[in-house]
């Protein structure tokens, strides 16, 4: 199982961008699911998690900033960014939360630029 965010882009500091994942299979809702990102030289961190009912979890960077949801009919998992800041610039993976993780995609790229 690969999955695939969608949404990232160039944008300016204080600026949003909605990103989106979409995981196949029919056990979509039964997984936690959460947003990692990822720096040249870095370790790919957690940005925010949602477990399978729903209940959100943030990094304490973008406490206040970023909000995780999920649609289980559309086996979606978003991210919405608010406030985006030059250290938000990564690319922004999604994948299983708390249990192995499925197969890392290409993931999409955030840039925070003026």
């Known amino acids: 199982v690969q999955l695939q965010a969608s949404g990232g882009g160039l944008v300016q500091p204080g600026g949003s961008l909605r990103l989106s994942c979409v995981a196949p299979g029919r056990i979509f809702r039964f997984n936690h699911m959460a947003w990692y990102r990822q720096t040249p030289g870095k370790q790919r961190e957690l940005v925010a998690g949602i477990s399978s009912g729903g209940s959100p979890e943030y990094a304490d960077a973008v406490k206040g900033r970023f909000t995780i949801s999920r649609d289980n009919d559309k086996n979606t998992v978003f991210l919405q960014m608010n406030s985006l800041q030059p250290k938000d610039t990564a690319v922004y993976y999604c994948?299983?939360?708390?249990?192995?993780?499925?197969?890392w995609g290409q993931g999409t790229l955030v840039t925070v630029s003026s």
């Open positions: 994948n299983r939360w708390l249990s192995s993780p499925y197969q």
